[in-house]
């Protein structure tokens, strides 16, 4: 069975920092792309990050680009989302995504397995 678990969301003043993770199990790690994508409240969701875990090529929405640092521990079936500089607009439920593929993709629909999310708050 195919988990995926979010933790590191939580309550941060704007400027400030946290790191996500997702826990992986249930397929081969290495042979998936991982994602986190965020849902702001009342909206869709929205692609923000992603590694290819088995070339390490990682990708970026242009609103995080240089904040936000995506990694990941293929021992260890972990993947990072280091968030920097936090803003109010980043405010979200967090979801850590797979799909079984070769590049890093952007839409949202396209990700097979989803975990739970994490909520991140930003206060201004």
């Known amino acids: 069975e195919v988990q995926l678990v979010e933790s590191g969301g939580g309550l941060v003043q704007a400027g400030g920092s946290l790191r996500l993770s997702c826990a992986a199990s249930?397929?081969?790690?290495?042979?998936?792309?991982m994602s986190w994508i965020r849902q702001p409240p009342g909206k869709g969701p929205e692609w923000v990050s992603g590694?290819?875990?088995?070339?390490?090529?990682?990708r970026y929405a242009d609103s995080v680009k240089g904040r936000f640092t995506i990694s990941s521990n293929n021992d260890k079936k972990i993947v990072y989302l280091e968030m920097n500089n936090l803003r109010s607009e980043d405010t979200a439920i967090y979801y850590c995504?797979?799909?079984?593929?070769?590049?890093?993709?952007?839409?949202?629909?396209?990700?097979?397995?989803w975990g739970r999310g994490t909520q991140v708050t930003v206060s201004s």
């Open positions: 995504a797979a799909v079984d593929w070769i590049v890093v993709l952007t839409a949202p629909d396209q990700y097979h397995y």
């Open positions: 249930g397929f081969t790690f290495g042979w998936y792309v």
């Open positions: 590694v290819d875990t088995s070339s390490g090529v990682t």
